[in-house]
């Protein structure tokens, strides 16, 4: 079974609702990585953190700076948990693992951190800015959330 990859837009980036999304769908979690490079990406980083904790309130202050985190779930409704930061100042939350509800994993993600779009994939990473995230949700053909409604989609 292929690990399913939920996501919701968080239209704001702030490390109180990063935080409130942990808590709630990842209680006991490991960080992928041991360090952190900041900026992401870069031969030289202005700074390595030593958790993910700090390195959200730094992309909280910088809010155009894109980043990817991951969490392996020790106890939790996924395998994974992940945060993405766009370089537009939002923030994407997201689950993933072979036994994810997607309409389930909406629903709660949507009412924790007041989302209204979000969309489903299997593999493959969100897109880097809020707009083109909205873009892709309205066009999903898969069970996704717009404009705060879970849309489900049944195949025959």
């Known amino acids: 079974m292929n690990p399913l990859e939920v996501y919701v837009l968080c239209r704001v980036r702030s490390a109180e609702l990063a935080n409130r999304f942990l808590a709630e769908f990842a209680p006991e ?89 979000g969309f489903m994939t299997s593999g493959s990473c969100p897109p880097n800015t809020c707009d083109d995230f909205v873009s892709l949700c309205e066009k999903s053909t898969l069970t996704s959330l717009f404009d705060g409604r879970v849309r489900v989609m049944h195949f025959k």
């Open 29 to 117: 979690r490991s960080p992928v990585a041991s360090e952190f490079p900041f900026p992401e990406f870069v031969d030289e980083p202005s700074i390595v953190f030593d958790n993910p904790s700090d390195l959200i309130r730094q992309l909280e202050k910088d809010g155009s700076e894109s980043y990817s985190i991951y969490w392996n779930v020790n106890r939790g409704i996924s395998e994974q948990v992940m945060l993405f930061f766009t370089t537009d100042g939002g923030m994407i939350i997201g689950l993933g693992g072979p036994h994810v509800s997607a309409d389930k994993a909406f629903s709660a993600m949507r009412k924790t951190v007041d989302g209204e779009y």
